[in-house]
């Protein structure tokens, strides 16, 4: 298994990965039509690693600048990450969030946020066993399948560059 920045040819096999993995306990964002661009404005090839096993996509996580470079420039948010069922509790993610921690911090990041969904305690699990922090819950955010869910702030800080 290994790491490696996304590549144009690697669309599809995230668009798949996106649809067999996606559900409302881990977006808010109703599914959308597979024929959609994985990558557009927001998400450059660049800014996604991907997992693969024997260049097989296993997995992936985006990790972009925040936006208002001006001000937070030293900011690096996680918004994208899955890894497709058949190789899920196999250390994918695990392997991801470290390659998204070593690429912060080549990018001189001082800090990593992400938003998870109150109701995805397994993904909250990995991200605590991986240092992160619960920095802020927005009570009620989404309303989910008649259910309301909290929308979970979490943030992990690197040591300050050299």
Do not use: C
Request: without cysteine; negative net charge.
């Amino acid at each position: 298994m290994a790491v490696r920045t996304a590549v144009e040819d690697d669309e599809r096999a995230l668009a798949l990965i996106d649809h067999a993995t996606w559900s409302f306990e881990a977006s808010p964002a109703p599914l959308w039509p597979l024929e959609t661009p994985f990558f557009d404005d927001r998400t450059a090839p660049e800014n996604v690693l991907v997992a693969h096993e024997n260049e097989h996509i296993v997995g992936y996580i985006k990790l972009r600048p925040a936006p208002m470079a001006a001000s937070s420039g030293h900011v690096q948010e996680v918004n994208g990450f899955a890894v497709a069922p058949a190789h899920q509790g196999r250390g994918v993610g695990h392997l991801l969030l470290n390659a998204a921690r070593q690429e912060a911090v080549n990018r001189g990041t001082r800090r990593i946020t992400l938003r998870v969904l109150g109701t995805n305690t397994r993904a909250q699990a990995l991200y605590l066993a991986h240092g992160y922090r619960v920095e802020g819950r927005l009570k009620d955010q989404f309303l989910l399948q008649g259910r309301y869910v909290d929308d979970v702030l979490m943030a992990l800080e690197l040591p300050a560059p050299a």
